[in-house]
C-alpha cells in the first residue's frame, strides 16, 4: 500500500500561487491513478484533479486554466500547481492513490494522505 505525505500548504493572498507536493513511499506509485481532493468545511470532498499513469489528465471546471496537475514517477511525487487563488479554494487539500482500475481516481481510493490546508484570503 502507498503511504502518502502532503507539503505545500499555507496561507496566501487572493491572485497568489502555490504548489502542493505529494511524497509517496512504497513501489506501487507508477502504476497508480492518482489525484488531489479538497474539502471545505460544511461541503462535501470533491475531485480537483487527477492523472493517470501514463499522465493523462482531468480537471475540475472550477480549476481548469488554473491548476495543474503532474506526478515525478522516478521521485515518487504527486503535484498540484494552483495559481489564480481565489477564496473559493480555501479548503483541506488531500493526496489519493486510487486502484489501477480506476483510472482517473474517480473513487476507488486505495490510500489518502493526512490532508493539508489551503487559505485564500481576499
Known amino acids: 500500500q502507498v503511504q502518502l505525505v502532503e507539503s505545500g500548504g499555507g496561507s496566501v493572498q487572493a491572485g497568489d500561487t502555490l504548489r502542493l507536493s505529494c511524497a509517496a513511499s512504497?513501489?506501487?506509485?507508477?502504476?497508480?491513478?492518482m489525484a488531489w481532493y479538497r474539502q471545505a468545511p460544511g461541503k462535501e470532498r470533491e475531485r480537483v484533479a487527477a492523472?493517470?499513469?501514463?499522465?493523462?489528465?482531468i480537471y475540475a471546471d472550477s480549476v481548469k486554466g488554473r491548476f495543474t496537475i503532474s506526478r515525478d514517477n522516478n521521485k515518487k511525487i504527486l503535484y498540484l500547481q494552483m495559481k489564480s487563488l481565489a477564496p473559493e479554494d480555501t479548503a483541506m487539500y488531500y493526496c489519493?492513490?486510487?486502484?489501477?482500475?480506476?483510472?482517473?481516481?474517480?473513487?476507488?481510493?486505495?490510500?489518502w494522505g493526512q490532508g493539508i490546508q489551503v487559505t485564500v484570503s481576499s
Open positions: 489519493a492513490a486510487c486502484n489501477p482500475v480506476d483510472y482517473y481516481c474517480a473513487g476507488y481510493v486505495n490510500s
Open positions: 492523472i493517470s499513469p501514463g499522465g493523462s489528465t
Open positions: 512504497g513501489s506501487a506509485f507508477s502504476i497508480n491513478p
